[in-house]
């Protein structure tokens, strides 16, 4: 048996059938173990928005470990801790005027989208949640109940409840009053909806196909949240730390969540961590009400910590995002005009880009067909359909014309079967 028969015997349940062992990996690329190099255009799912092994947080991890820095302190005080907080204070909350309290909610995105749910709830006293269609929130019952994806819903093998989804934006786009159906059903006392205690969204849906809502439907959903007396709760796990060019993705529509989920990039270098921000007067739970055992590993608050201090004290990662992020947006719109029979959309916001092909049949064999030239994507979407580029933020911009030109050689030949 080879070893990629028995990982694939041993672990099942794994959906990325990548047909290679990876063993190394370098900013944006991948070395598999037999030597041959990737170009990583899937980032850990947005994990890794500043690279593999990023030589800055390396430095700083390796500095920690060796003067033996506590590695797991569960809630005892940290100088790593201290310092993520005072850094994530100053470089990121201070100068966007925002006041929120940290909780440490666990480990992963999941954890940070849990403890908003459960504190919304506490806070309010009441059930349910409002989400959106195509949404993904994470695998936990609380998280899942909010995900629109039903195969993924169908896992947890009993109804999941008091959660209500509405048209996400990109249903609308113009054809509707925005919210004209949302706000019915809230104003309608027997429609059983009209006291929710939140609303949960992602400013542009990853798992969901990239689907990028307007600011303006992001501001009209934050009003009438207020109007009503809603919770909103923003999942910023994949599209946070600026990977929609600002730090946090709802920046530009000037926004103000009650709660704000993130995990994925905010280690910094691949390491599990996970905050949520609540607004001061929700930060209700009282010690050990909402606990677990890694909740804060210090070597993730280290590189998290450099990883503010080298990226965001300046807005140069901001502006290269969005630089290519456009050339991405750009050479994608290029390929949905020289196919106007394939039906293809061009979609996304920063460097979070989707090509949506007519079907994930389609949209998989580029994936494959980039696979064999040396470049890895995945694809989103409810059918799959979408293929789906969340390269490091820290990509050149050769190596994002490499790229591209892969995925332009790719879509030409699927294209031309
Ligand atoms: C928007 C969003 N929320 C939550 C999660 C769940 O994060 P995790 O997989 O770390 O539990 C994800 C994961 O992809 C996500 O994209």
Not at 247 to 267: Q, T
Not at 268 to 294: C, K, M, Q
Request: with cysteine; glycine share 10%.
């Amino acid at each position: 048996m080879s070893i990629f028969e028995t990982l694939e015997s041993e672990v099942r349940s794994y959906s990325r059938g990548w047909p290679t062992v990876f063993d190394r990996a370098q900013g944006s690329w991948l070395y598999a173990e037999d030597g041959k190099a990737y170009l990583d255009f899937f980032a850990g799912a947005g994990a890794l928005n500043y690279g593999h092994n990023n030589p800055v947080l390396k430095k700083a991890l390796i500095d920690y470990i060796s003067r033996d820095g506590v590695t797991h302190a569960l809630d005892m005080y940290t100088v790593a801790k201290r310092d993520f907080l005072e850094t994530l204070n100053d470089v990121i909350l201070k100068p966007r005027e925002m006041d929120y309290k940290v909780i440490f909610p666990g480990p992963g995105g999941a954890n940070a989208v849990e403890a908003a749910l459960k504190l919304a709830r506490k806070v309010t006293g009441k059930e349910s949640v409002i989400n959106f269609t195509n949404a993904f929130h994470g695998m936990t019952l609380g998280a899942l109940s909010v995900t629109g994806n039903s195969m993924k819903r169908g896992g947890a093998g009993i109804p999941l409840v008091h959660a209500t989804p509405m048209p996400y934006d990109k249903y609308f786009d113009g054809a509707y009053p925005d919210f004209l159906y949302f706000e019915r059903l809230l104003e309608d006392s027997g429609s059983g909806l009209n006291e929710p205690a939140a609303v949960i969204v992602e400013s542009v849906q990853g798992e969901g196909g990239i689907n990028a809502a307007r600011i303006e439907w992001l501001q009209g959903l934050a009003e009438l949240c207020k109007r009503h007396n809603i919770l909103l709760i923003l999942d910023d796990v994949q599209m946070g730390c600026g990977r929609t060019g600002p730090f946090f993705s709802f920046e530009e529509a000037g926004i103000e969540p009650d709660m704000i989920c993130l995990s994925k990039s905010i280690g910094g270098y691949g390491l599990p961590l996970a905050i949520t921000l609540v607004r001061p007067d929700l930060d209700v739970w009282s010690p050990g009400e909402h606990n677990g055992t890694f909740r804060g590993i210090n070597p993730a608050f280290v590189t998290a910590t450099e990883a503010l201090r080298t990226y965001w004290r300046d807005d140069e990662l901001e502006k290269s995002t969005k630089a290519k992020g456009e050339r991405v947006g750009a050479v994608f719109n290029e390929l949905v005009e020289a196919h106007p029979d394939a039906n293809l959309v061009a979609k996304g916001r920063g460097l979070a880009r989707g090509l949506e092909f007519p079907s994930g049949e389609v949209a998989g064999k580029v994936c494959a067909a980039a696979f064999d030239r040396g470049l890895l994507m995945e694809t989103s979407g409810p059918d799959g359909e979408v293929v789906k580029l969340l390269p490091a933020l820290t990509t050149t911009d050769a190596e994002v014309e490499q790229g591209l030109e892969i995925i332009k050689n790719c879509v030409e030949s699927v294209l031309s079967r």
